[in-house]
């Protein structure tokens, strides 16, 4: 189903008082300027730009982030999809929900269940401390982002080297590498012989360096 081009519905979750924020929005009043979604509590606002080029900009508030998330999307994906979801690359949390009303409302709902389960789990009181928390660790999503992805295709090409396959064995097929967002680095582990990488966060450009790794070593603790 085509939805009429002329408008969608757009919505997210507000990072300190957890309500959702939603709206219609129209391709005459977005053509004409920046439109702003603001937030009852008026702690967080989401803005949506047309482009010169012709795409949409978007700077979504995310419940986990310290810092919006920026997406650039098409005006066929924005106003053509009955549900269109925007993700935290780095919680895989859904932040952004677009399409027809009816189905970005039952999202919104779905995903307000999902967070109370989340901060449940966690022994977390409320989203505003969800985000304060997640505040005093991540200085930069932007570098967090780099890294990550680097992490991930490092270890789709198997190119993440440890004591499990140092030698050239296979080591543990079933090993899984986890990533820790530690105050200054990002910790990466091997979840079966342990050994570990720091990979500094301090500086944007340490990021990009990283971005033109090949490999990646892993060394257990010194003794």
């Known amino acids: 189903m085509i939805l009429d081009a002329k408008q969608t519905t757009v919505a997210y979750r507000c990072p300190h008082c957890g309500g959702g924020v ?15 979604l603001k937030c009852t509590c008026g702690k967080s606002e989401m803005t949506v730009i047309h482009t010169d080029d ?15 998330h920026n997406y650039l999307i ?10 269109f979801t925007l993700t935290c690359q780095y919680s895989d949390i859904n932040i952004c929900f677009i399409g027809e009303e009816n189905h970005v409302k039952a999202e919104l ?23 304060s928390q997640d505040d005093q660790t991540l200085t930069d999503p932007q570098i967090y982002d780099i890294i990550m992805f680097v992490i991930n295709e490092l ?7 440890c ?9 543990d097929a079933e090993r899984e590498y986890e990533a820790e967002v530690l105050d200054d680095c990002i910790r990466v582990t091997c979840s079966s012989c342990h050994d570990h990488a720091d990979i500094p966060t301090d500086t944007l450009m340490g990021a990009y360096d990283f971005l033109n ?8 603790d010194e003794k």
Do not use: W
Request: glycine share 6%.
């Open 22 to 36: 939603i709206s219609i929005v129209g391709m005459f009043s977005l053509s004409a300027d920046m439109l702003k």
């Open 54 to 68: 012709g795409k949409i900009r978007l700077s979504v508030p995310c419940i986990v982030c310290p810092k919006p």
């Open 74 to 83: 098409s005006p066929k994906l924005f106003f053509g999809k009955e549900l």
């Open 109 to 131: 709902a779905r995903n307000e269940l999902e967070l109370l389960d989340l901060l449940e789990k966690n022994g977390i009181e409320s989203f505003e401390a969800l985000h």
């Open 155 to 161: 270890d789709a090409e198997q190119a993440i080297i």
């Open 163 to 171: 004591s499990c396959n140092r030698n050239g064995e296979s080591g």
């Open 213 to 220: 790794a090949t490999s990646l070593e892993l060394y257990p």
